[in-house]
């Protein structure tokens, strides 16, 4: 269990890096999509690793925002 919330822990930096670099990608765009496939697609893993997942992506979003806003 302890390993797979940390990997769902990096790939939620990973993520949070990504949506945090690209403008016009924001953490709510993807949180929504993937509460909305939580119930299809993802019936089957369990909620906490989602959570983990959502709010490492949204940290990492905060602290990786500011350095398009640089250059643009």
């Known amino acids: 269990m302890l390993i ?3 990997l769902s822990l990096f790939i939620g930096i990973l993520f949070g890096t990504f ?3 690209t403008p016009g990608i924001h953490i709510n765009l993807i949180g929504a999509f993937l509460i909305s496939l939580s119930v299809t697609t993802f019936y089957s893993i369990n909620p ?5 997942f959502i709010a490492s992506m949204a940290i990492t979003h905060t602290f990786v925002d500011f350095i398009p806003s640089i250059f643009l």
């Open 4 to 6: 797979e919330i940390i």
């Open 19 to 21: 949506t945090g670099l």
């Open 48 to 52: 906490l690793y989602l959570i983990v």
